[in-house]
């Protein structure tokens, strides 16, 4: 099956070296080619550049793309979309005043979520969870990770773990799961996590790796969640069974996070308000990549994290949703852009990669997404009819894309 897209007004995010990720002042570049065509051979790209030059050559199926612009379709490399219900009653809480942390500490948060998850069906989890993709697809995503983390007890672990491979079945979405077993701690463990951390270790780390559930293992290593001493004694468990580490790190405080996370060469760490000369420099040098996740700083009014910073030091700087019911109930990656360029003041260039190559990295799939390249995954989405690319972050909520292919099949 030979596709060609013509006619395509700017084809963005071209690479002809391709990356694995892009760092520091690079992140400010980005390719594209103006006046385009995009051939796709089954599932994969297969040639592009301009139209002059189109080849002379037969096609299965053609799509003019007159007035729009091709974009490699988003990554969104940090996500807890398998949940149930929902939580505006704490929304409203966040209004008058209570912390993220005051919330938790009440019984409510994360552990608010995990009774939903404990009572839900596995089919009633996955439902609503395919509708979830079903939905950011249409904003763009063509890769996301999903993480358990709303369990709490093996058995419900497993569960989510269970809806997550269903949806890497039958989802023309690429997946990736992660076991994050260590999310929150259920009350009965107050006073004496390293019980609930025993049961990680010794139940849902061994059972999700005999199901072949769990690609990386995250901890929510943080102050007022699991110490590092906790996040170690985890991460040498899952690295017995070849899960490599995801981390949420430094969201509440400088909790040693970023630096467990850098010393088990994690593939990424997440959130990273509270990152400091250290951190940075703790970073630099490593194959971790640093991922912010700028809809749950807005959600939950945090400080940022200093990714300008960041940058200037050389680190790459990966975004992503952080998809969930309590801190960001929005998996639309096109708002994470535009979050990327008000509040931390990207140029659409560093957002763009950010959200594509480098959160296609965070997620390991980078070698296959996260940018147009020959032999890369056909995963690309056309735009309605709009003047510039940096019309993308600029008109925000408002979804500028008309037509997303997954692996070279329109969705
Ligand atoms: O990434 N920070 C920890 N975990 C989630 C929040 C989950 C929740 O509140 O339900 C996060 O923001
Ligand atoms: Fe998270």
């Given amino acids: ?93 966040k209004i008058r005043g209570l912390s993220y ?58 569960k989510m773990l269970r809806v997550i491979r269903r949806l890497k079945e039958v989802s023309p979405l690429t997946i990736k799961s992660t076991l994050l077993g260590a999310h929150g701690i259920p009350m009965e463990y107050r006073g004496c996590q390293e019980k609930f951390v025993d049961l990680v270790i010794d139940e849902m780390i061994p059972r999700a790796a005999d199901e072949g559930l769990a690609d990386y293992i995250d901890v929510f290593c943080d102050e007022g969640f699991f110490t590092v001493e906790d996040t170690e004694r985890m991460l040498e468990a899952g690295a017995k069974y070849g899960m490599r580490p995801k981390i949420h790190a430094n969201e509440m405080a400088c909790s040693g996070g970023i630096q467990v996370a850098v010393k088990y060469n994690a593939l990424s760490c997440d959130h990273l308000e509270y990152t400091g000369d250290a951190e940075i420099a703790c970073l630099l040098g490593s194959e971790t990549m640093p991922t912010v996740l700028p809809g749950a700083a807005f959600f939950l009014n945090m400080q940022h994290a200093p990714v300008r910073k960041m940058m200037d030091a050389g680190l790459p700087v990966a975004m992503a949703s952080d998809y969930n019911p309590g801190s960001s109930p929005s998996g ?57 690319y940096e019309y993308m972050p600029y008109a925000y909520g408002e979804n500028k894309v008309e037509t997303v292919f997954l692996n070279g099949k329109r969705v």
Wanted: aromatic share 8%; proline share 2%; hydrophobic share 40%.
């Fill in 332 to 388: 639309n990656m096109q708002l994470i852009l535009s979050f990327a360029c008000v509040n931390y003041r990207m140029l659409p260039e560093e957002a763009i990669n950010a959200t594509t190559i480098n959160s296609g990295y965070a997620m390991g799939v980078s070698d296959r997404l996260g940018s147009i390249a020959v032999g890369k995954l056909a995963n690309f989405f056309i735009t309605k009819p709009i003047a510039t």
């Fill in 1 to 93: 099956m030979l596709t060609l897209i013509k006619n395509i007004k700017e084809l963005v995010q071209v690479e002809y070296q391709p990356k694995l990720r892009v760092c520091g002042k690079e992140m400010a570049q980005m390719q594209t080619v103006k006046d385009a065509y995009l051939i796709v051979e089954n599932d994969r790209i297969a040639a592009f550049g301009f139209m002059k030059d189109l080849p002379e050559q037969r096609f299965d199926q053609e799509i003019d793309a007159s007035g729009r612009m091709v974009f490699p379709t988003f990554c969104d490399s940090h996500t807890h979309m398998v949940y149930a219900g929902s939580r505006e009653i704490e929304y409203i809480d």
């Fill in 101 to 158: 942390d005051e919330i938790a500490k009440r019984g409510g948060g994360i552990l608010n979520s995990a009774k939903r998850v404990q009572e839900a069906s596995e089919e009633q989890l996955f439902e609503d969870a395919l509708a979830r993709l079903q939905m950011m697809t249409a904003f763009g995503t063509g890769a996301v990770e999903i993480k358990s983390g709303y369990g709490m007890t093996t058995e419900a672990e497993l």
